[in-house]
């Protein structure tokens, strides 16, 4: 390969999404996907105190800038889970607008499952709004199972209450991949 066809493939076969840990640093950030996903969104501080919290932990996706071109790493969404024991919990998941349904919250699931697996965490719990069918479709994909309901657990902007799925993972620890 010539240098110069070096560096076109250097500049231009970067990685479309990649994950880091989520950070204090990251906070700026991940409050301004939140605010595109939730009405009740979260500030910087907010999440800072969610990532203190005794087990918690988190991921934060972007698409890596073209440094030849001086762009600037895109965020696409993060994904921020609480841990306790055997047991983890998905807080929040939330992916930008402009990047949804282009892979990027499977690629947020999966740095979450190589963490429990490495954390020997089996069980993954979450709550979703009932009418939320894209993260419901996104979950059932990863093997999660509605295992109940809580009540007009919801209250929108409108005054409408809707109803909680309460989901886990059912396969547990062989899905995670470490207990088979
Ligand atoms: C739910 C959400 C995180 C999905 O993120 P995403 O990056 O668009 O999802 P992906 O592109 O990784 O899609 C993975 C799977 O999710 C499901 N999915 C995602 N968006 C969907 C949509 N609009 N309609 C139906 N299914 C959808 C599909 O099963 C998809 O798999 P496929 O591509 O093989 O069809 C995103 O829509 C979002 O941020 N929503 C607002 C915040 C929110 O509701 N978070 C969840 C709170 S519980």
Known sequence: MSPSAQRDYATTQRPQIAVVPLTAAFAEVASALHEEGFEDCWDADAIIRLLDVPGAFGFLAFRPGNEANHDKDEPLGFVLIQSVLDEAEIVTIVVGRQARQS???RKLLSAVFDRLRDKRIGRLLLEVAEDNAPAIALYLQYGFEEVGRRKNYYR??????????????THGH???GWGD
Do not use: F, T, Y
């Open 103 to 105: 892979g990027v919250a």
């Open 174 to 176: 062989c899905v995670l």
């Open 156 to 169: 929108r902007k409108s005054g409408r209450e809707v109803d909680a799925l309460v989901m886990e993972h």
